[in-house]
């Protein structure tokens, strides 16, 4: 299995704040990598598919790269809704495997 | 625009089983596959399977292979997953979700969108 481990697992930040998330597969995913943001009670939500593909009606805000082994989620500047725990996913091959989870607090 | 539907909440004994329905409704799932994954209390997503509902193919995760089954209705355009022989660690949010794919320079990538809203499975004796 492919196991992908974000860092941090939490992060305090504050409203305007430029944050990143970084993502790491323990092996080669080309660029098949997604991200998600969770919040409390809630389905996860996609992010970025494809790396770097902003998903239709997410903020421009957001934003990812990366291929291969090593990506980042950016958040160019912190809105108070952006509270919220996110998470990778890798779809190369199965069993699809996400990360562990970085919790995006509020300073 | 597509919304996945999911059955309610489930209270199940150690040792019985669960079958939890996932129904597309403002359209249909046929031609993409549809996955499941749980997340327990305070923990992080873990995908346990999929099936692409037109050709019923399903592909599972090793760790849940031979406890789990996920099947579709094609006439209902609702999917299934049914986990046996079900203990206190089986105790999770469970989510069904469309797995959409879209091709970009001759590459196909996929990933989950949409969720159904989450069905909460609780084990306990």
């Known amino acids: 299995d492919i196991q992908m481990t974000q860092s941090p697992s939490s992060l305090s930040a504050s409203v305007g704040d430029r944050v990143t998330i970084t993502c790491r597969a323990s092996?080669?995913?080309?660029?098949?990598l997604n991200w998600y943001q969770q919040k409390p009670g809630k389905a996860p939500k996609v992010l970025i598919y494809?790396?770097?593909s902003l998903q239709s009606g997410v903020p421009s805000r957001f934003s990812g790269s990366g291929s291969g082994t090593d990506f980042t989620l950016t958040i160019s500047s912190l809105q108070p809704e952006d509270f919220a725990t996110y998470y990778c996913?890798?779809?190369?091959?199965?069993?699809?495997?996400f990360g562990q989870g970085t919790k995006l607090e509020i300073k | 625009q597509v919304q996945l539907v999911q059955s309610g909440a489930e209270v199940k004994k150690p040792g019985s089983s669960v079958k939890v329905s996932c129904k597309a409704s403002?359209?249909?799932?046929?031609?993409?596959?549809v996955s499941w994954v749980r997340q327990a209390p305070g923990q992080g997503l873990e995908w346990m399977g999929g099936?692409?509902?037109?050709?019923?193919?399903?592909k599972y995760a090793e760790r849940f292979q031979g406890r789990v089954s996920i099947t579709a209705d094609k006439s209902t355009s609702t999917a299934y997953m049914e986990l046996n022989s079900l203990s206190s660690e089986d105790t999770a949010v469970y989510y069904c979700?469309?797995?959409?794919?879209?091709?970009?320079?001759?590459?196909?990538?996929?990933?989950?969108?949409?969720w159904g809203q989450g069905t909460l499975v609780t084990v306990s004796s």
């Open positions: 979700a469309r797995d959409l794919a879209r091709t970009i320079s001759g590459t196909t990538y996929d990933w989950f969108d949409p």
């Open positions: 403002g359209g249909t799932f046929n031609r993409y596959a």
């Open positions: 099936i692409i509902p037109m050709y019923g193919t399903t």
């Open positions: 092996q080669s995913i080309s660029s098949y």
């Open positions: 494809a790396a770097s």
């Open positions: 996913q890798q779809s190369h091959r199965t069993p699809y495997t």
